[in-house]
């Protein structure tokens, strides 16, 4: 095993954005899957759309309903999981994440202007949605509001901070690089893919 040496950026991360880049051609490749855990212990998983990077460059953020179930979970455990495939390139990334819900309670100037900023950018389509009865009740429950300007309350931004990154690469040689965020500087070793 090659020996871990400390960085204060993150390569995988460099790898990821370079992935985006190469694979921007795919209509696809924007979503990623995202695993939390219920408060009764089980892994839940979906499909979500990749909304950007936050302020700091390394935050991924992911727009929601702040009533669906997710919002539960992360309330409980804040740690996620993301895969994330990309198929022109072949490269597969695993990202363990801490996220922040930033939703109309939030307090931080800056985290509610990206949260308007993203609402903005949105579609109609999009936004409507935010408008429709709480995703998961029974069909028919609930009323569609009037989509507004403003951001409703339903509109929640996750925002996901990666604490350990598995990079595996199928190509021609197979290769695995894991990264682990400790006391703020990044590690990464090679390891069999
Ligand atoms: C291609 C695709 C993209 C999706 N994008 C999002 C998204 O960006 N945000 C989101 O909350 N749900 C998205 N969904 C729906 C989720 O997969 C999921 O059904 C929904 O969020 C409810 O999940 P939950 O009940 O576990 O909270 C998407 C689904 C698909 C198939």
């Given at each position: 095993?090659?020996?871990t040496i400390p960085v204060a950026s993150c390569e995988a991360l460099?790898?990821?954005?370079?992935?985006?880049?190469?694979?921007?051609?795919?209509?696809?490749?924007?979503?990623?899957?995202?695993?939390?855990?219920?408060?009764?212990?089980?892994?839940?998983?979906?499909?979500v759309v990749f909304r950007g990077f936050g302020a700091d460059d390394?935050?991924?953020?992911?727009?929601?309903?702040?009533?669906?179930?997710?919002?539960?979970?992360?309330?409980?455990?804040?740690?996620?999981?993301?895969?994330?495939y990309f198929t022109r390139t072949r490269e597969q990334f695993r990202?363990?994440?801490?996220?922040?819900?930033?939703?109309?309670?939030?307090?931080?100037?800056?985290?509610?202007?990206?949260?308007?900023?993203?609402?903005?950018?949105?579609?109609?389509?999009?936004?409507?949605?935010?408008?429709?009865?709480?995703?998961?009740?029974?069909?028919?429950?609930?009323?569609?509001?009037?989509?507004?300007?403003?951001?409703?309350?339903?509109?929640?931004?996750?925002?996901?901070?990666?604490?350990?990154?598995?990079?595996?690469?199928?190509?021609?040689?197979?290769?695995?690089?894991?990264?682990?965020?400790?006391?703020?500087?990044?590690?990464?070793?090679?390891?069999?893919?």
């Amino acid at each position: 095993m090659k020996e871990t040496i400390p960085v204060a950026s993150c390569e995988a991360l460099v790898q990821l954005k370079t992935a985006l880049r190469k694979n921007r051609r795919d209509a696809h490749h924007r979503y990623f899957q995202i695993a939390t855990v219920t408060p009764e212990g089980q892994p839940k998983n979906r499909t979500v759309v990749f909304r950007g990077f936050g302020a700091d460059d390394t935050s991924l953020l992911v727009i929601t309903d702040s009533r669906s179930e997710k919002i539960v979970e992360l309330e409980q455990n804040a740690s996620a999981e993301i895969a994330w495939y990309f198929t022109r390139t072949r490269e597969q990334f695993r990202i363990s994440a801490l996220t922040t819900c930033v939703d109309y309670r939030c307090h931080s100037m800056e985290d509610s202007a990206l949260r308007d900023q993203v609402w903005q950018q949105l579609s109609e389509a999009a936004r409507a949605q935010f408008f429709w009865p709480g995703p998961g009740l029974p069909l028919d429950t609930g009323t569609t509001a009037a989509v507004t300007d403003a951001a409703p309350d339903t509109f929640a931004l996750l925002k996901l901070s990666p604490v350990a990154i598995d990079h595996l690469v199928l190509s021609k040689v197979q290769t695995r690089r894991r990264s682990q965020l400790q006391d703020g500087r990044w590690h990464e070793h090679w390891v069999n893919p």
